[in-house]
């Protein structure tokens, strides 16, 4: 095992590990607790932290010797770790390379961290991919991670520059593209007809759609409601058209 022990609050590779948590990439995310990190592919693991060599030691020595493990003080993991109770293991993590499946979910700015980690829990129970627009929240967050209930290991995740554009070059590889949107000529869902290669866009908890990005889809589809509620929940709307999807 390569272990290495820091004890102090003040050491610098402290404040690199916390500034990856707060500003995580695919590259390099972080994880915290344990049924989440024991339960990761070893080949995605950066490095390990924690607190506990002892409690840990069966998953420590099963990494392979490349992986650094870090034995820190209490003050030192909670130096890094956002949970709000006190965590024994942590590590940083890189997206594995995964195929983009032919059923796909588009977020259109969805920016709550606990909307988008539902969507990507969902639409990997089903198989389908997560595009998100520049403004949704970030799926390598914290907040993200835990509302997936650990989908981002397997699920096809993907951050585009632009949602527009995106839609438009699915629509050239012969994807049929949904908006969900209420508009004249939308369908309900159980009208739609779709192919193999389909995908469907889900708008802002707050603005809803882009009026571009409605325009780049192939048709609007609406969910029908019996009572007058403005909207759905996002991940709720996502889910529904996921089921119908599938």
Request: hydrophobic share 40%.
């Amino acid at each position: 095992m390569n272990l290495r022990e820091i004890t102090s609050v003040n050491n610098p590779y402290l404040k690199e590990i916390a500034k990856v948590r707060k500003t995580p990439t695919e590259e390099r995310f972080f994880i915290e607790g344990t049924k989440f990190v024991e339960e990761l592919p070893h080949e995605c693991i950066l490095e390990v932290f924690t607190t506990d060599g002892e409690k840990h030691r069966p998953f420590l020595e099963s990494l392979p010797p490349t992986v650094t493990v870090y034995l820190l003080s209490k003050p030192a993991m909670g130096k890094i770790c956002a949970a709000v109770s006190e965590q024994t293991i942590a590590c940083t993590v890189r997206r594995l390379p995964t195929e983009r499946p032919q059923k796909l979910v588009l977020l259109d700015g969805v920016q709550d961290p606990g909307n988008v980690g539902t969507i990507i829990r969902t639409a990997y129970a089903f198989g389908f991919g997560v595009i998100l627009s520049p403004g949704c929240a970030n799926p390598w967050s914290a907040k993200t991670l835990m509302s997936t209930a650990g989908a981002f290991r397997s699920c096809y995740i993907e951050q585009c520059e632009d949602l527009k554009t995106f839609t438009e070059a699915l629509r050239t590889e012969g994807f049929t593209v949904f908006a969900t949107a209420l508009d004249p000529t939308a369908l309900p869902p159980e009208e739609i007809q779709f192919g193999e290669k389909r995908a469907v866009i889900i708008g802002s908890e707050g603005r809803g759609m882009s009026p571009e990005v409605i325009r780049a889809a192939n048709q609007t589809v609406f969910i029908p409601m019996e009572n007058p509620i403005n909207s759905l929940n996002a991940a709720v709307a996502a889910s529904i058209m996921i089921y119908t999807l599938r």
